[in-house]
């Protein structure tokens, strides 16, 4: 029976991350928050996990090659916030923590939306369900 789902990307300076994160409102969890070999973010109310390791951690036990997130896309991690203005809110601080904007905030087919990337170019988007 599966319990939990994890995330799991590479990063090139896990404090840049940290900050980055924490800057643009997420939180971390405690148990990894002066760590310098992972970071775990929290993500909504059913706390989901997306972990934070520096590059050689997680090639050392994803025994692959990385992507170079930079360049190429393997995932967009998606999630949603309460409000339309809490979209707005986010692509002001993506921007002033060091990250980009790849689209919007703007409205698509009864989503509003935001795609942006991290310092290390994994890409997010944060949406609004407009009928909620």
């Given at each position: 029976m599966i319990n939990e789902l994890w995330i799991n990307l590479p990063v090139s300076d896990i404090d840049r991350s940290k900050a980055f994160f924490k800057a643009i409102g997420f939180s971390l969890h405690p148990s990894h928050a002066e760590s310098s070999e992972m970071v775990g973010l929290v993500i909504g109310v059913r706390k989901t996990m997306v972990m934070l390791f520096p590059d050689s951690t997680f090639k050392s036990f994803a025994n692959h090659e990385i992507t170079d997130a930079q360049t190429t896309t393997e995932v967009l991690i998606s999630f949603?916030?309460?409000?339309?203005?809490d979209v707005d809110e986010l692509a002001l601080k993506v921007?002033?923590?060091?990250?980009?904007?790849?689209?919007?905030?703007?409205?698509?087919?009864?989503?509003?939306g935001l795609g942006f990337i991290d310092p290390d170019g994994h890409r997010w988007n944060a949406i609004h369900i407009n009928s909620r």
């Open positions: 949603d916030v309460e409000k339309r203005e921007v002033d923590a060091g990250g980009r904007t790849f689209g919007g905030p703007a409205e698509r087919e009864g989503i509003y």
